[in-house]
């Protein structure tokens, strides 16, 4: 088993742009020491019509509200995360997309980072297995350390999740057994895990022996794995 | 405190919930999905009508639930309306103090 970088065709070229923009990593950033709140907060605006602040506010009265918990901090990085998604909210809604898939893509490589270092976690890459022909899509995130590999997808929701996803991180896992290699595979999905599981119970493809981080989870992706 | 208890902000929000999923529901491949998430969350909604139904809502998550209900009310295409299949009840749940 081994792992390359992906070809870099005219759409990888454009997306990376996408990836490399600074409103990306500063709303990873936020959102990697969020609570699952807030997070539903960047999910809502950046998925939302209105691009006012105030009407946001009065939705998320957990956050914003008289009865706000958590203190000063957790309410300035409320009202960071609120500033950081309204300006995603207002580009066109093609880019917007790209940004929401790279965002989740960037908050998945910034939490493993601090479980195993910036340097193991890698993006955009192919694992290659002997006699077994590559896949075309690379794997949005990689951990890629002798003996403890990982291999992750991203998904901005729960409709993301589709047979052709799981199948390439159920058949890198396989191919990796097949190897006597261990290769941890996972989906990450930017949304509440009750929405998931009504997906996943939709697929026919393997998905048992791949870690479904949500919303709620993805925090877990910086602590040590059990 | 409004006059309004838990159960009649979530009745408001089902009633709401019911305009996205027929919506979301346009999209005939993804008709099945759509019926059984609407379903998921409608029974977390039960399941909170049945703990704290009765308990007196606050202005804030009334308010907070109005907005909401606005906020789905914009959506014309059928496709965002799915992504806020799923965004809307973790809304209505954090607005009334509950988890999603």
Same mark, same amino acid.
């Given at each position: 088993?081994?792992?390359?970088? +992906? +070809?870099?065709?005219?759409?990888?070229?454009?997306?990376?742009?996408i990836?490399?923009? !600074?409103?990306?990593?500063?709303?990873?950033?936020?959102?990697?020491?969020?609570?699952?709140?807030q997070?539903?907060?960047?999910?809502?605006?950046?998925n939302?019509?209105?691009?006012?602040?105030g !009407?946001?506010?009065a939705?998320?009265?957990?956050?914003?509200?008289?009865?706000?918990?958590?203190?000063?901090?957790?309410?300035?990085?409320?009202?960071?995360?609120?500033?950081?998604?309204?300006?995603?909210?207002?580009?066109?809604?093609?880019?917007?997309?790209? #940004?929401?898939?790279?965002?989740?893509?960037?908050?998945?490589?910034?939490?493993?980072?601090?479980?195993?270092?910036?340097?193991?976690?890698?993006?955009?890459?192919?694992?290659?297995?002997?006699?077994?022909?590559?896949?075309i899509?690379?794997?949005?995130?990689?951990?890629e350390?002798?003996?403890a590999?990982?291999?992750?997808?991203?998904k901005?929701?729960?409709?993301?999740?589709?047979?052709?996803?799981?199948?390439?991180?159920?058949?890198?896992?396989?191919?990796?057994?097949?190897?006597?290699?261990?290769?941890?595979?996972?989906?990450? #999905?930017?949304?509440?895990?009750?929405?998931?599981?009504?997906?996943?119970?939709?697929?026919?493809?393997?998905?048992?022996?791949?870690?479904?981080?949500?919303?709620?989870?993805?925090?877990?992706?910086?602590?040590?794995?059990? | 405190?409004?006059?309004?208890?838990?159960?009649?902000?979530?009745?408001?929000?089902?009633?709401?919930?019911?305009?996205?999923?027929?919506?979301?529901?346009e999209?005939?491949?993804? &008709?099945?999905?759509?019926?059984?998430?609407?379903?998921? &969350?409608?029974?977390?909604?039960?399941?909170?009508?049945?703990?704290?139904?009765?308990?007196?809502?606050?202005?804030?998550?009334?308010?907070?639930?109005?907005?909401?209900?606005?906020?789905?009310?914009?959506?014309?295409? !059928?496709?965002?309306?799915?992504? &806020?299949?799923?965004?809307?009840?973790q809304?209505?749940?954090? +607005?009334?103090?509950?988890?999603?």
């Amino acid at each position: 088993m081994r792992f390359q970088d +992906a +070809a870099r065709d005219a759409r990888a070229v454009v997306y990376s742009g996408i990836q490399a923009d !600074p409103q990306v990593a500063r709303s990873a950033a936020l959102l990697a020491d969020a609570t699952p709140a807030q997070r539903v907060l960047a999910r809502a605006v950046m998925n939302g019509e209105t691009t006012e602040p105030g !009407p946001w506010r009065a939705m998320f009265p957990s956050l914003f509200g008289s009865s706000a918990s958590g203190g000063d901090a957790e309410r300035a990085r409320s009202g960071a995360i609120l500033e950081a998604s309204l300006a995603v909210a207002e580009r066109g809604e093609q880019v917007r997309s790209q #940004v929401r898939g790279a965002l989740v893509e960037e908050l998945a490589a910034q939490l493993l980072a601090r479980r195993v270092g910036a340097g193991a976690v890698r993006r955009e890459r192919r694992v290659l297995f002997d006699g077994v022909r590559a896949e075309i899509h690379p794997y949005d995130v990689t951990v890629e350390q002798d003996g403890a590999a990982e291999v992750y997808d991203c998904k901005w929701g729960a409709r993301g999740i589709n047979g052709d996803v799981l199948h390439q991180l159920d058949d890198a896992r396989t191919h990796a057994a097949d190897e006597d290699e261990r290769l941890a595979v996972a989906l990450v #999905v930017f949304d509440a895990r009750r929405s998931c599981d009504v997906r996943l119970a939709h697929q026919t493809a393997p998905f048992e022996r791949t870690a479904i981080v949500t919303l709620e989870t993805l925090t877990e992706l910086a602590e040590p794995r059990r | 405190m409004s006059a309004e208890s838990i159960r009649d902000l979530i009745d408001r929000a089902s009633d709401a919930y019911g305009v996205l999923e027929e919506l979301g529901q346009e999209i005939e491949d993804e &008709w099945s999905y759509v019926t059984d998430l609407a379903d998921a &969350w409608r029974t977390r909604f039960d399941d909170v009508v049945a703990g704290r139904g009765g308990v007196e809502a606050s202005d804030e998550a009334s308010g907070a639930i109005d907005l909401a209900i606005d906020e789905i009310g914009r959506i014309g295409d !059928p496709h965002r309306a799915i992504d &806020w299949l799923s965004t809307f009840p973790q809304l209505i749940l954090l +607005a009334i103090g509950e988890r999603p």
